[in-house]
């Protein structure tokens, strides 16, 4: 008995799972169904895919301009497409409208029994900081952080170093020592030393350097782990995929 190449491929539905398995990304990853397993209709899949792309592309425009077809067609959107055109319109650039459709977001959660998961809540809000760092808003970016913690929001090191970040281009010193305080106490950032400088330097109006070094070294720890995690994943997923394909192969030898 031969076990042909043809009886070898995976049957239709082990290679879904396969492309469901291999598809985590970091930050920008996106399952097409609601935290709650709920799974989108196919017309909002592709209408996630293709928000994806233009987010990508920084093109705003062109993705807000669908999205408004999309809730003249029905009130009713599903969150994951909500979350979507919010990480688009933060990497457009368009933090005041990412905000408006953050706290929609957020008020909806609160109305309904569709639960966000604290990890979108943590990406979404990280996302709509760093759209204001980069214009240097350290008001909007506090106001947020604040917002952030009355919605129970999982504060963690990303997010605080957007924010310090931010109010050090701002040049709101007071404001950022406060956020390098409370990453100490959070435990983020191990670095004694550049962490002293950045203190210091906040206390006597700069020079910005130290903050921007502690800060960097401090991203760089967590970009670190949190890119560790996506490696561990994505070897389950590969470990898990062949997993199946022997089991499909042994189901195949015994017919």
Known sequence: FRVSKKMLRLPSKALSHRRKLLSF???????????????????????????????????????????????????????????????????????????????????????SSIPITQSSKKILYTSVLEAYGRNSDHESCLSLLREAKENEVEIDGLLLATVASAC?????????????????????????????????????????????????ETLSVLKGEKMREVERKKAEAESEMKSLKKKHIRKMLKV
């Open 168 to 216: 050090a281009k701002g040049r709101a010193w007071e404001e950022c020592l406060g956020v390098l305080r409370e990453m100490k106490e959070r435990g983020i950032g191990k670095e004694e030393e550049s962490f002293g400088e950045a203190v210091e330097a906040c206390m006597n109006g700069g020079p910005i350097d130290h903050v921007r070094a502690y800060l960097k």
């Open 25 to 111: 990304r970091p930050l920008s990853s996106f399952s097409f169904s609601e935290d709650d397993g709920t799974k989108l209709p196919a017309a909002d899949r592709q209408l996630s895919r293709t928000l994806i792309r233009l987010g990508r592309k920084s093109m705003w425009r062109e993705a807000l301009e669908l999205y408004n077809q999309r809730t003249v067609a029905s009130s009713e959107i599903p969150i994951k497409l909500q979350s979507v055109i919010i990480t688009a319109l933060s990497r457009g650039n368009q933090p005041m409208r990412a905000k408006n459709l953050l706290r929609a977001l957020i008020d909806k959660e609160k109305s």
